[in-house]
């Protein structure tokens, strides 16, 4: 290692090595910094500063999403500056599921013993008289760079002098950009809401797309209570935008057409070049990180007939890239068989995303035999088009009814959410040696037979069991066959046989103590309809 070098950076995504020369070296995605990585979003414009003193290196880390030192600890902006030792690693960017855009380097340190004498060598002979040469071609040439260090070191003096507060106003444009980055699209905000009660703000689009998924903040994770716009935020941006017109985002413009189509049933549709894709009330539930959560103790029957909205474009000026467009390939899933080679995307293909995974995948809803969206509430799932969700827990987010396999936690108080009327079903079923697998084909066989209906989304549309839906609305359907099939069961099939011939509920299905009171629930039937109101 050169004797004025006072550490190393091995970039390990293309191995190249930095020789750092400076007692503050910055790296960010602005020019303005020692070390500019323009080409990744995810790196803030000032995303660190490492700093060398008395042969110690430290890392202060000034971005907005953190800093990864050995995969072992994450800082931010308000840690104290740490020191790092010869051979730590250190993620700019890490990210799992992108490991393309991870950002890495290995610091490379000199001897100790060694680090601190050459360092004063080098101050001494920067201070020292450089006119003298002497006889050796070695001493001459260190002269030589002694000198041009010295002229180099007076310029920067003078340079820094005269642009002091250019660099101040740099510095301060280039907080403020941080401040005002949205963490979902690494872009400027556009049309910014704050989330109560962590109060981060965040596009209006972009927290859009991510709230039909899970009502939690995408930053803090906390669990999201109300969503407004922040006037000092709006200010802040609007002074900013006007200060740098440039960084301004490109609004795109609204297809009017669908608009127009959608008027009739109350819907709403904003169609981005970039991508489309549906919301519906159905998957605003408390998921906790579960992109589908099967409980329905909360849903009322009239959210049946809910009309399913179309939202807008979740980020602005900025495309979709999926597995099948020509620049990504097929480098990003593991199941490369599975998607068909013979298509590839459009230089303008629409994407929607996955309501599963959150991956994008081509519009292609409008050709034949592709399936990308439930039946019922037109939510978009991978499922069929991939042939395998990308999401490891996935149990088969979009699927024909017949074919469903449901979790067993999700089959519990199958009956109307009735534990005593459940459990004759699964009383009957260990009697027959049968198992929900085969009550489930059983069901279907008997609705394809229209002995069972299921009237919930269109009263003139019958449900068969061929039909494409998505797993929460298959085990809604499948909860619904099974209250049919506990109605149809003869008494001798009860079991056990104290629950025979029990008086029925006036209040039938619709009986509201059956939930709260087990002795209520135990001593009537409540696998009928209403007959007093």
């Not at 709230?211 to 906390?222: D, L, M, S, Y």
């Not at 990504?328 to 629409?350: A, D, H, M, Y």
Request: include cysteine.
């Amino acid at each position: 290692m050169d004797e004025s070098v006072l550490y190393r950076l091995k970039n390990l995504n293309d191995h190249n090595i930095i020789s750092v020369y400076k007692n503050q070296f910055k790296i960010g995605r602005a020019t303005t910094n020692d070390l500019a990585i323009a080409n990744n979003q995810f790196i803030s414009s000032s995303h660190c500063i490492i700093e060398f003193d008395n042969g110690h290196v430290y890392i202060r880390d000034t971005s907005s999403n953190g800093t990864l030192i050995n995969r072992s600890k994450k800082i931010n902006k308000n840690h104290s500056p740490i020191e790092l030792h010869s051979g730590d690693i250190v993620h700019l960017v890490f990210r799992k599921d992108e490991p393309q855009s991870n950002v890495i380097f290995q610091l490379d340190l000199p001897l100790v013993t060694k680090s601190t004498n050459q360092t004063e060598q080098n101050l001494k002979r920067k201070r020292s008289d450089t006119t003298s040469i002497t006889s050796t071609s070695r001493n001459e040439t260190k002269e030589n760079v002694d000198s041009s260090n010295l002229i180099n070191i007076s310029t920067d003096i003078e340079m820094k002098r005269i642009k002091t507060n250019d660099e101040l106003i740099i510095k301060a444009g280039n907080d403020m950009e941080d401040i005002l980055t949205c963490v979902c699209c690494q872009d400027i905000m556009s049309n910014p809401i704050c989330l109560e009660p962590c109060l981060h703000a965040f596009c209006y689009d972009c927290y859009t797309s991510w709230e039909a998924i899970q009502r939690t903040c995408p930053k803090c994770r906390v669990k999201v209570i109300d969503k407004k716009k922040n006037v000092v935020i709006n200010g802040i941006l609007e002074a900013f935008l006007k200060a740098y017109p440039h960084k301004r985002p490109v609004l795109k413009a609204i297809d009017n057409t669908k608009c127009k189509m959608n008027t009739a049933t109350n819907a709403k549709i904003e169609d981005d070049h970039n991508a489309i894709y549906f919301n519906n009330n159905q998957y605003n539930d408390d998921m906790d990180n579960d992109p589908i959560d099967n409980d329905d103790d909360d849903d009322d029957d009239d959210d049946d007939d809910n009309t399913v909205l179309v939202m807008a474009a979740p980020v602005s000026n900025v495309r979709f890239i999926c597995r099948q467009c020509p620049t990504r390939g097929f480098n990003r899933t593991k199941n490369i068989n599975l998607v068909s080679t013979e298509f590839q995307c459009r230089p303008n293909q629409n994407h929607i995303l996955c309501q599963c995974c959150v991956q994008p995948m081509p519009d292609r809803q409008d050709e034949p035999n592709i399936h990308q969206s439930c039946e019922i509430c037109h939510q978009y799932f991978c499922n069929m088009y991939s042939q395998q969700c990308q999401r490891q827990d996935c149990l088969g987010c979009l699927n024909q009814l017949q074919n469903f396999n449901f979790a067993p936690r999700h089959l519990t108080n199958l009956v109307n959410d009735n534990p005593i009327e459940s459990q004759i079903v699964q009383s009957y079923l260990i009697n027959h040696h049968a198992t929900m697998r085969e009550l489930l084909v059983e069901c279907c066989r008997r609705l394809d037979r229209r002995e069972f209906t299921y009237i919930g989304i269109d009263r003139n549309l019958a449900v068969s069991s061929t039909k494409i839906v998505c797993y929460k609305c298959g085990l809604k359907i499948f909860k619904e066959l099974v209250y049919q099939f506990r109605v149809s069961m003869k008494q001798n099939d009860i079991l056990p046989i104290t629950l025979r011939n029990r008086e029925n509920c006036y209040y039938g299905k619709q009986c509201r103590t059956q939930y709260t009171k087990p002795a209520h629930a135990q001593k009537y039937n409540h696998a009928c309809e209403q007959i007093k109101f």
